[in-house]
């Protein structure tokens, strides 16, 4: 396995503009400059998709059998034309710069800590690692990303909060890659909080101590998940020790019931 680190500046565009946490405040202005000029076309909707419906419903209401395909092309001509306007502008030069500023740093830690990392994940996970190349596009670190969009590719980029926490997030999403497809499963948020409590764990192993939940006095977890990990956790315990499967997707299987009976 091997992650290919790279900036895509249209999905970095794309991102910064739906993302609520900003770059910077300039970048700001710049929105609400494209705003103003492209709000009235679909094609913006594309960028940023806060009235991503109304954009649908007027693609939809410009249709006829005819003309779909020259819909669809004028619409792809705008959102290039956007696309270059941003490029050409002294705030995507500075988003350009920081973010890859940022990919050296993730690139560091994670030439630093693959091997051990990977070794503890799969001691954990009791899963094989990958073997084909993904591809981790970078995003500006103050954009707080961290996704899988399929097998072969991750999204990622956010402030280092912790020791190690690049490391940490990059195992996450390839743990999700290992158990695919995950988003598609029955009992997802189960699985997801499985995850997440490895997270935990690898964590205490790669960086030699800790607790889970916690770093230091932050909290480390997603709200929405704190109260299933919680339920999760003494059973996560006997796996670590040995039970309950053997691996995470057959403790997964052999717990759902009983964490929905709680």
Same mark, same amino acid.
């Given at each position: 396995?091997?992650?290919?680190?790279?900036?895509?500046?249209?999905?970095?565009?794309?991102?910064?503009?739906?993302?609520?946490?900003?770059?910077?405040? %300039?970048?700001?202005?710049?929105?609400?400059?494209?705003?103003?000029?492209?709000? %009235?076309?679909?094609?913006?909707?594309?960028?940023?998709?806060?009235?991503?419906?109304?954009?649908? #419903?007027?693609?939809?209401?410009?249709?006829?059998?005819?003309?779909?395909?020259?819909?669809?092309? #004028?619409?792809?001509?705008?959102?290039?034309?956007?696309?270059?306007?941003?490029?050409?502008?002294?705030?995507?030069?500075?988003?350009?710069?920081?973010?890859?500023?940022?990919?050296?740093?993730?690139?560091?830690?994670?030439?630093?800590?693959?091997?051990?990392?990977?070794?503890?994940?799969?001691?954990?996970?009791?899963?094989?690692?990958?073997?084909?190349?993904?591809?981790?596009?970078?995003?500006?670190?103050?954009?707080?990303?961290?996704?899988?969009? %399929?097998?072969?590719?991750?999204?990622?980029?956010?402030?280092?909060?912790?020791?190690?926490?690049?490391?940490?997030?990059?195992?996450?999403?390839?743990?999700?890659?290992?158990?695919?497809?995950?988003?598609?499963?029955?009992?997802? %948020?189960?699985?997801?909080?499985?995850?997440?409590?490895?997270?935990?764990?690898?964590?205490?192993?790669?960086?030699?101590?800790?607790?889970?939940?916690?770093?230091?006095?932050?909290?480390?977890?997603?709200?929405?998940?704190?109260?299933?990990?919680?339920?999760?956790?003494?059973?996560?315990?006997?796996?670590?020790?040995?039970?309950?499967?053997?691996?995470?997707? #057959?403790?997964?299987?052999?717990?759902?019931?009983?964490?929905?009976?709680?």
């Amino acid at each position: 396995m091997k992650f290919e680190f790279k900036i895509n500046k249209y999905y970095l565009v794309g991102y910064a503009m739906m993302s609520k946490n900003k770059p910077f405040p %300039d970048w700001q202005k710049l929105e609400e400059k494209i705003w103003q000029k492209y709000r %009235d076309e679909p094609a913006y909707y594309f960028l940023n998709p806060k009235y991503i419906s109304w954009a649908l #419903e007027k693609l939809q209401t410009d249709f006829t059998e005819k003309n779909i395909e020259s819909v669809f092309t #004028e619409q792809a001509k705008t959102l290039k034309k956007i696309y270059q306007e941003i490029f050409k502008s002294k705030e995507f030069k500075r988003l350009y710069k920081e973010t890859y500023k940022h990919l050296l740093f993730i690139k560091k830690q994670w030439q630093k800590n693959e091997k051990e990392a990977l070794k503890i994940l799969r001691e954990i996970s009791k899963l094989p690692i990958p073997k084909q190349k993904i591809t981790v596009y970078i995003t500006h670190p103050k954009s707080y990303n961290g996704k899988t969009i %399929d097998q072969n590719t991750i999204v990622c980029g956010h402030i280092e909060k912790w020791k190690n926490h690049i490391t940490i997030c990059l195992c996450h999403e390839l743990l999700h890659i290992m158990t695919w497809p995950g988003h598609f499963q029955s009992h997802y %948020d189960i699985l997801h909080s499985i995850i997440l409590l490895n997270d935990n764990e690898l964590k205490i192993r790669l960086n030699k101590k800790g607790i889970y939940f916690k770093e230091g006095k932050l909290n480390i977890e997603p709200p929405e998940f704190f109260d299933l990990e919680k339920k999760i956790l003494p059973y996560w315990k006997k796996y670590l020790n040995g039970g309950l499967g053997k691996n995470i997707l #057959e403790f997964k299987n052999s717990i759902k019931a009983k964490i929905k009976q709680k």
